[in-house]
């Protein structure tokens, strides 16, 4: 399992934000879409997977495509991912020590919980997210 704790590069990533919205995942950078995606989710009942993460963070790229093949395989849910550069106020909120992190998120509240690029722990707890909402992916 990998994750970073710290920027260790020059800055520039500029051009991986194409990287963290591919798929079915929505690129989260200002609060107003943070919003939005909450008030959208709870409207349609949606479970939301919120992926904490850095375009300069190496586990978070690894990552990044398989959460986005998930995205598209799992469309009950919505996959969201929060550049913690961007919005580091809303990162702070969710006491993020490290990056790739996942929220599970139910009407708001926090329903689980994933630290690091852990490929195989990431599946089982998506399963057993939907597996509970008893719906089909």
Known sequence: MGLCASRDDDGDDSSAHYIMADGNVHLITT????????????????????NFS??????????????????????????????????????TSFDIKATPSFFFLQNGQEIDKLVGSNKVELLKKITAVVDAQGRPF
């Open 54 to 91: 850095a375009a300069w963070c190496g586990p978070c790229k690894i990552i990044a495509s398989y959460y986005s093949e998930l995205s598209r395989k799992y469309t009950s849910l919505m996959f969201l991912t929060i550049d913690v550069d961007e919005l580091p106020d809303l990162s």
């Open 31 to 50: 609060m107003a879409a943070w919003e939005e995606k909450l008030m959208l989710a709870n409207q349609q009942d949606k479970i939301i997977i919120a």
